[in-house]
């Protein structure tokens, strides 16, 4: 499979697995761009941390990514017992884009999935869900998001699939973790999707950071802010895999 595996020390128990699915707007990014991200996750809840290295849009739009991250997490549960973990303890991960496609492939999937975490998720391709679009954030736009899922949908994709505020009936999410800084112009799609799951009975812990930009767990992992939010996410996915 192709794919970048993080973990601590070898041991005699079997460990959990965090599938982490690398940002870049659909169409840019690597797994080892966001080493420094799922060494930390590994060292911290004990798992085995594995980043697909999924094809990228516009050369290969919706469904190929989530396809490939399939494969991977198919891959992960055929070799349990040579990474000695434990298939019935998954954890999906996703920062940016790569919420958006975690959470399509916890929709998909048959594997019992224990939580999707998302940082700064693309939720929704639609121009009145990225409302927040004044310069607020340095990082990402909404022009730059509309660009993202224009390349990632295709021509003629099916956005019912692809697009997460698309998704029939959500209930069949297992329990989501959503985190967003304040100055991101996804807060609406953001908390539009959280509420959602709210009202429909799924579990979810929602965290939105103050005067943060997007991606900044990435981007400004130094900054005490960011520190907090990944600590947040460290004790929800310990909690999830335990």
């Given at each position: 499979?192709?794919?970048?595996?993080y973990e601590?020390?070898?041991?005699?128990?079997?460990?959990?697995?965090?599938?982490?699915?690398?940002?870049?707007?659909?169409?840019?990014?690597?797994?080892?761009?966001?080493?420094?991200?799922?060494?930390?996750?590994?060292?911290?809840?004990?798992?085995?941390?594995?980043?697909?290295?999924?094809?990228?849009?516009?050369?290969?739009?919706?469904?190929?990514?989530?396809?490939?991250?399939?494969?991977?997490?198919?891959?992960?549960?055929?070799?349990?017992?040579?990474?000695?973990?434990?298939?019935?303890?998954?954890?999906?991960?996703?920062?940016?884009?790569?919420?958006?496609?975690?959470?399509?492939?916890?929709?998909?999937?048959?594997?019992?999935?224990?939580?999707?975490?998302?940082?700064?998720?693309?939720?929704?391709?639609?121009?009145?869900?990225?409302?927040?679009?004044?310069?607020?954030?340095?990082?990402?736009?909404?022009?730059?998001?509309?660009?993202?899922?224009?390349?990632?949908?295709?021509?003629?994709?099916?956005?019912?699939?692809?697009?997460?505020a698309e998704?029939?009936?959500?209930?069949?999410?297992?329990?989501?973790?959503?985190?967003?800084?304040?100055?991101?112009?996804?807060?609406?799609?953001?908390?539009?999707?959280?509420?959602?799951?709210?009202?429909?009975?799924?579990?979810?812990?929602?965290?939105?950071?103050?005067?943060?930009?997007?991606?900044?767990?990435?981007?400004?992992?130094?900054?005490?802010?960011?520190?907090?939010?990944?600590?947040?996410?460290?004790?929800?996915?310990?909690?999830?895999?335990?």
């Amino acid at each position: 499979m192709d794919a970048r595996l993080y973990e601590t020390a070898h041991g005699s128990t079997q460990r959990p697995v965090i599938l982490y699915v690398h940002g870049g707007g659909f169409t840019a990014g690597a797994p080892e761009l966001f080493d420094q991200a799922c060494d930390h996750l590994a060292r911290e809840t004990g798992a085995v941390v594995i980043s697909p290295r999924y094809r990228l849009a516009p050369d290969y739009p919706h469904p190929a990514a989530v396809n490939d991250c399939a494969t991977v997490l198919d891959g992960i549960v055929a070799m349990e017992s040579d990474l000695a973990c434990d298939s019935t303890r998954i954890a999906m991960a996703g920062v940016s884009a790569g919420g958006a496609i975690a959470v399509s492939l916890a929709y998909a999937t048959a594997l019992p999935v224990r939580l999707v975490l998302m940082q700064s998720p693309l939720l929704d391709d639609r121009p009145h869900a990225t409302g927040l679009d004044d310069g607020r954030d340095p990082i990402w736009s909404a022009k730059a998001a509309r660009g993202a899922w224009k390349a990632y949908l295709g021509p003629g994709g099916t956005r019912s699939a692809a697009v997460p505020a698309e998704l029939e009936d959500l209930r069949r999410l297992p329990p989501v973790y959503m985190s967003v800084g304040s100055r991101e112009v996804t807060v609406p799609e953001t908390l539009a999707f959280s509420g959602r799951l709210a009202e429909l009975g799924v579990p979810v812990e929602f965290h939105m950071w103050d005067g943060m930009p997007h991606g900044f767990e990435i981007k400004q992992s130094d900054n005490v802010v960011a520190r907090a939010s990944t600590q947040a996410a460290v004790e929800a996915l310990r909690r999830a895999l335990d």
